[in-house]
């Protein structure tokens, strides 16, 4: 089956950076879209970079110019590259992505099981 598995977090000093990994495993037929959300504690859980089909990434306000997405198409792999982090980067992240199973224009969400970051200050 398609799963998901984010790596990379852990702990790490105020300033510092960090690399998460999203591999996408399973039968596929291709992978659309792709994001990294996160999620703090008592707090809802919010888009932190995208990068659509179309390659065009974006990303939230907070983190522009720090992080950055990326993928590798044939490692089946998702990145995010953070840089100068914050204490408030503290939250568990979450990979998220649209799949074609099949040769058709429908898509299937997943979503990956997070991975923590903590940002000591």
């Known amino acids: 089956q398609v799963q998901l598995v984010e790596s990379g977090g852990g702990l790490v000093q105020a300033g510092g950076s960090l690399r998460l990994s999203c591999a996408v495993s399973g039968t596929i037929f291709s992978i659309n879209a792709m994001a990294w959300y996160r999620q703090a504690p008592g707090k809802q859980r919010e888009l932190v970079a995208a990068?659509?089909?179309?390659?065009?990434?974006n990303y939230a306000d907070s983190v522009k110019g720090r992080f950055t997405i990326s993928r590798d198409n044939a490692k089946k792999t998702l990145y995010l590259h953070m840089n100068s982090l914050k204490s408030e980067d503290t939250a568990v992240y979450y990979c998220?992505?649209?799949?074609?199973?099949?040769?058709?224009?429908?898509?299937?969400?997943?979503w990956g099981q997070g991975t923590q970051v903590t940002v000591s200050s």
């Open positions: 998220n992505a649209d799949v074609r199973l099949t040769p058709s224009i429908r898509t299937t969400n997943y």
């Open positions: 990068l659509p089909s179309d390659g065009n990434s």
